[in-house]
């Protein structure tokens, strides 16, 4: 299982606002890593620290791996990929 805390998390506003600051410094690293400077916050202990507990450092690829793992599921019970708008086995 993985760690998805949204940017907007309303029990903790800031655990939500956390969790984004550690996205953008990670982005930030990433980028850093081919350069010779480094301005980044976040440390590579910081990082593994993270990713220890399944950190989602890209919230949208998980969102897009479990809409096309549904997609495929359709795909298998109907045989197609003609999802009608209104499909109610997924509310979401």
Same mark, same amino acid.
């Given at each position: 299982r993985h760690v998805l805390v949204p940017r907007n998390y309303?029990? /903790?506003p800031a655990l939500g606002?956390?969790?984004?600051?550690?996205?953008?410094? $990670?982005?930030?690293f990433q980028k850093e #890593?081919?350069?010779s400077t480094s301005s980044s916050v976040i440390t590579q202990e910081r990082i593994?620290?993270?990713?220890?507990? /399944?950190?989602?450092?890209?919230p949208f690829e998980i969102t897009w791996?479990?809409? $096309?793992?549904?997609?495929?599921?359709? #795909?298998?019970?109907?045989?197609?990929?003609?999802?009608?708008?209104m499909y109610t086995s997924n509310p979401t």
């Open positions: 309303n029990p /903790n606002s956390w969790v984004k600051r550690q996205r953008d410094q $990670y982005k930030q #890593k081919s350069s593994s620290k993270l990713e220890a507990l /399944n950190f989602v450092w890209e791996m479990e809409r $096309y793992n549904e997609l495929i599921k359709y #795909k298998k019970q109907y045989g197609d990929c003609l999802i009608p708008q």
